[in-house]
C-alpha cells in the first residue's frame, strides 16, 4: 500500500527554473529518502533525511521535512534538461525493513 | 565499487510459466530488497533479506518467494505467471543492518519481465 503521496503527479518547467515537488505521508516514520528515476531504469538515491532533521542539502537540492505536518518536499535549484525523470519518496518505518513509495512526480525540463 | 547487478535485464514469459531473478547486491551490503513496479501499482515492496533471512514480506501471494545466499546474493521466483506480473523488478541492498533504517538504498537497473 502507498504510504506516500507525491505532489504534483506532474510538472513541466524551462531550463534554469526552480522545480518543487511535495510527499505526504500518513505514518510516523525513521526517516524519508527521495529517489530519481530515468525511464523505466533503476532507482538513483538523492537524499535521505531523518525525522529529526528538518532540512538537508544536497549540490542543487533541497529537502526539508515537517513531521507535525506528515510532509517532505524537494527543491531542485536552476533545473537541467537532465534532471528530466521521475521523482519518488520512500518512507522508512522501525522495524518494516522496507521503504514504500509514492507514485512519483515526473519532471519534465524543457531546454 | 560496482553497483548492483541484475540479470536478466529482459525476459519474455508465458503464462503459467515460472521465472527466476537474480541480484548481487554492493560488496559489503548484507541486505537486499526486491520491488515491483507497474504503472497501475507503482513501486510495491515484495520481500527484504539479511544473512540468509527473510525479514518482512510485502502482501503479494505465495507465488512469489525468494532467498538469499550466503555470499549475499539474492534470487526472486516467481511460479505460475500471470499476466499481471508483468513488471520491471528492482532489487537494491544496503549497508543497514539494524531497525532503523538510516541507510540509503542502491537498486539495480530492473529486470523487465513481460508475460504474454
Known amino acids: 500500500s502507498q504510504q506516500g503521496e507525491e505532489d504534483p503527479q506532474a510538472l513541466s518547467i524551462q531550463e534554469g527554473e526552480n522545480a518543487t515537488m511535495n510527499c505526504s505521508y500518513k505514518t510516523s516514520i525513521n526517516n524519508l529518502q527521495w529517489y530519481r528515476q530515468n525511464s523505466g531504469r533503476g532507482l538513483v538515491h538523492l537524499i535521505l533525511?531523518?525525522?529529526?532533521?528538518r532540512e538537508k542539502h544536497s549540490g542543487r537540492l533541497r529537502v526539508t521535512l515537517d513531521t507535525s505536518k506528515k510532509s517532505s518536499s524537494l527543491l531542485i535549484t536552476a533545473s537541467r534538461a537532465a534532471d528530466t525523470a521521475s521523482y519518488f519518496c520512500g518512507t522508512w518505518t522501525a522495524g518494516s525493513y522496507q521503504l514504500t513509495f509514492g507514485k512519483g512526480t515526473k519532471l519534465s525540463v524543457i531546454p | 565499487k560496482a553497483g548492483v547487478t541484475q540479470t536478466p535485464r529482459y525476459l519474455i514469459k508465458t503464462r503459467g510459466q515460472q521465472v527466476t531473478l537474480s541480484c548481487s547486491p554492493i560488496?559489503?551490503?548484507?541486505?537486499v530488497s526486491w520491488y515491483q513496479q507497474t504503472p497501475g501499482q507503482g513501486l510495491q515492496f515484495l520481500f527484504e533479506?539479511?544473512?540468509?533471512?527473510?525479514?518482512n514480506k510485502g502482501n503479494f501471494p505465495g507465488r512469489f518467494s525468494g532467498r538469499q545466499f550466503s555470499n549475499s546474493r539474492s534470487e526472486m521466483n516467481v511460479s505460475t505467471l500471470e499476466l499481471g506480473d508483468s513488471a520491471l523488478y528492482l532489487c537494491?541492498?544496503?549497508?543497514?543492518?539494524?531497525?532503523?533504517?538510516?541507510?540509503?538504498?542502491?537498486f539495480g537497473p530492473g529486470t523487465r519481465l513481460t508475460v504474454t
Open positions: 537494491a541492498s544496503s549497508a543497514q543492518q539494524g531497525t532503523a533504517g538510516n541507510y540509503e538504498q542502491y
Open positions: 533479506y539479511f544473512s540468509e533471512t527473510q525479514r
Open positions: 560488496s559489503g551490503h548484507r541486505s
Open positions: 533525511i531523518r525525522s529529526n532533521e
